[in-house]
């Protein structure tokens, strides 16, 4: 069994920075990749961020490039998401994804484990 646990979400000015923190738990797993996604109050899910986790590639959605960055941390199965210049439009509860197969759901791909998401919040 995989666990899924993110932390560092709350409530932020618009133009400040937040980072978002995931872990990845279980005895055997080793991720092919990780993922953020967010969903706002009455909008779909939408995909955020994602990072390969041998190459270290990386990919983002056009709306959060330039401004979030993923990587991995030293902990084993770790990864970050530092969000700056964050606007109102980025409020939402910010998911994170890991697995080693991607699925196709609907208009999204995403891995098989999802952590119980943390609410961010960026208002003045």
């Known amino acids: 069994q995989v666990q899924v646990v993110e932390s560092g979400g709350g409530l932020v000015q618009p133009g400040g920075s937040l980072r978002l923190s995931c872990a990845a738990s279980?005895?055997?797993?080793?991720?092919?990749?990780m993922r953020w996604f967010r969903q706002a109050p009455g909008k779909e899910r939408e995909f955020v961020a994602h990072?390969?986790?041998?190459?270290?590639?990386?990919s983002y959605a056009d709306s959060v490039k330039g401004r979030f960055t993923i990587s991995r941390g030293n902990a084993k199965n770790t990864v970050y998401l530092q969000m700056n210049s964050l606007k109102p439009e980025d409020t939402a509860v910010y998911y994170c994804?890991?697995?080693?197969?991607?699925?196709?759901?609907?208009?999204?791909?995403?891995?098989?484990?999802w952590g119980q998401g943390t609410q961010v919040t960026v208002s003045s």
């Open positions: 279980g005895r055997t797993f080793s991720p092919y990749g």
């Open positions: 994804n890991a697995g080693n197969t991607l699925r196709r759901v609907g208009d999204l791909e995403e891995y098989d484990y």
């Open positions: 990072i390969h986790w041998i190459s270290r590639s990386t």
